[in-house]
């Protein structure tokens, strides 16, 4: 998760705009957990949609639990 958050404040302007979706990863973290919101996490990045909603959707749709073939 830590990539996706360095992913995601670096990709704004300034680092504040970013707080928001990290803030909502956290979310995502105690909804569905730790280990599936680390998964999701490194499915979004090996897919290069670092986003929060792409993690949400990941999660969502259970893709953080497919093995992937890399």
Not at 27 to 50: D, H, M, T
Request: hydrophobic share 35%.
């Amino acid at each position: 998760m830590g990539q996706l958050v360095e992913v995601i404040l670096k990709s704004r302007p300034h680092p504040e705009h970013g707080y928001r979706a990290c803030l909502g990863l956290m979310r995502l973290g105690r909804q569905y957990g730790n280990e599936r919101l680390r998964g999701a996490c490194a499915r979004a990045l090996a897919i290069g949609s670092p986003t929060h909603r792409s993690v949400g959707a990941i999660l969502q749709s259970g893709l953080d639990r497919l093995v992937q073939d890399s």
